[in-house]
C-alpha cells in the first residue's frame, strides 16, 4: 500500500513504514521504494542494510524481506514493559508506561541521553553472556576457567551484575559464595543434565544493595555470608 505523502516523509517515517512493512511479511524492492519517497536508490539501500541492520533482513529474488526466524517475533508494549522491568532499565523514568513507549515508538532520534559509562576494558570473546544468561534463567550448572586457568564445575550463577563499569558473575560453588569478574571467565559451558535450586537467603543477600555495591571487593570465596545465611543450594 502506498501513500501520496511518501516523497515528503522524514526518514524516521519512512523507515517506520519499511519495518512495518517487513513485519507484515511484504517483499519490498528498491526501485519501488525509491519511487515511492522520491529518494535514490541508494538511500533505500543505506536503510536496508545500515539504519535497520539490527533486524534481520534478507534479500530473495530481488527483494528484501524480513527472515522467517524474525518473522512474526515482533515484541508487545507488554514484552517491553516486562524487558524493562527485568533488565531495569524502568528504574530509571520517572514513568515508564504504555503512554511513554507510545510516544516513542517510530521514533528514530531519542529525546534521552542515558549515560552509562562502558566497561573499563573491552569485552572478552570467551565470555560466552548469552550462555551465562541462559543459565541463570534456566538454573543450569557451569563450567568455566578464570584468568588463572584454574578450572571450575558446576558453579550456580545465580546473578549477572553489572555495576562500576564491570560485569560480575554471582553464584555458589562448593558451598561458598563466589564472585567472578566477566572479563576473566573463559571457556564457559553450560551443563544441560546438572541443574540447581536456588537458596533464597543467598539471593537475598546477592541483590542486596550493600552487596552490589561492593562487587569489586569479593571476588574471592566469601564463606561468612554463607554461614550467616545458614544453608547453601542443592
Not at 519512512?14 to 526501485?31: A, H, K, Q, V
Amino acid at each position: 500500500m502506498k501513500t501520496k505523502k511518501a516523497n515528503h516523509d522524514p526518514l524516521g517515517i519512512r523507515l517506520s513504514i519499511i519495518i512495518d512493512r517487513l513485519y507484515s511479511g511484504e517483499g519490498l524492492s528498491l526501485p519501488a521504494l525509491a519511487t515511492e519517497f522520491g529518494v535514490h536508490e541508494r538511500t533505500i539501500y543505506r536503510d536496508l542494510h545500515e539504519r535497520l541492520g539490527c533486524i534481520d533482513i534478507i534479500r530473495e529474488n530481488g527483494h528484501y524481506r524480513l527472515s522467517k526466524n524474525q518473522l512474526g517475533s515482533r515484541k508487545t508494549v507488554a514484552d517491553i514493559l516486562k524487558l524493562a522491568k527485568i533488565t531495569y532499565i524502568d528504574r530509571l523514568f520517572p514513568s515508564f508506561d504504555k503512554e511513554l513507549i507510545s510516544v516513542l515508538s517510530g521514533n528514530v532520534t531519542s529525546p534521552f541521553i542515558v549515560y552509562t559509562p562502558p566497561p573499563e576494558e573491552l569485552v572478552t570473546p570467551f565470555g560466552s553472556f548469552t550462555i551465562l544468561t541462559k543459565a541463570v534463567i534456566q538454573r543450569k550448572c557451569l563450567h568455566f576457567v578464570d584468568k588463572h586457568h584454574q578450572r571450575y564445575k558446576k558453579y550456580h550463577l545465580y546473578r549477572l551484575i553489572y555495576v562500576k563499569q564491570q560485569w560480575y558473575l554471582t553464584g555458589v560453588i562448593d558451598k561458598k559464595l563466589k564472585v567472578f569478574s566477566y572479563q576473566d571467565v573463559m571457556n564457559v559451558e553450560i551443563s544441560d543434565d546438572e541443574s540447581f535450586d536456588i537458596n533464597e537467603k543467598i539471593l537475598d543477600i546477592i541483590i542486596s544493595e550493600a552487596f552490589i555495591q561492593n562487587l569489586p571487593h569479593f571476588q574471592v570465596s566469601v564463606d561468612i555470608y554463607l554461614k550467616a545465611s545458614d544453608g547453601s543450594s542443592n
